[in-house]
């Protein structure tokens, strides 16, 4: 694989369509949170900065974000959590 092969940019799913940004309502008031939006016709999910939002997504397809999700809700990375935290 050449370096760069593979790489999704926002711009090259949407063609010019609006995606509606959301964030948790978890997110705490200094703004460290992460954004999604869903990408045209179910094709996948971009993840951002919230603090960068002109700055680079991250783009997922939606069987990567399922897998990501349902790993999530079965605590495979519930040590990645600071103790303490929110």
Same mark, same amino acid.
């Given at each position: 694989?050449?370096?760069?092969?593979? +790489?999704?940019?926002? !711009?090259?799913? #949407?063609?010019?369509?609006?995606? !509606?940004?959301?964030?948790?309502?978890?997110?705490?008031?200094?703004?460290?949170?992460?954004?999604?939006?869903?990408?045209?016709?179910?094709?996948?999910?971009? +993840?951002?900065?919230?603090?960068? =939002?002109?700055? =680079?997504?991250?783009?997922? !397809?939606?069987?990567? #974000?399922?897998?990501?999700?349902?790993?999530?809700? %079965?605590?495979?990375? %519930? %040590?990645?959590?600071? =103790?303490?935290? =929110?």
């Amino acid at each position: 694989m050449n370096r760069g092969e593979g +790489i999704k940019f926002v !711009t090259d799913w #949407i063609q010019g369509q609006h995606l !509606t940004w959301r964030k948790s309502g978890r997110s705490n008031a200094s703004g460290n949170c992460v954004e999604v939006a869903r990408l045209p016709e179910g094709s996948g999910v971009a +993840i951002r900065n919230s603090r960068n =939002p002109d700055g =680079p997504a991250l783009v997922f !397809t939606a069987e990567e #974000i399922a897998a990501f999700v349902a790993g999530v809700r %079965d605590g495979e990375f %519930d %040590d990645l959590v600071v =103790p303490g935290g =929110p």
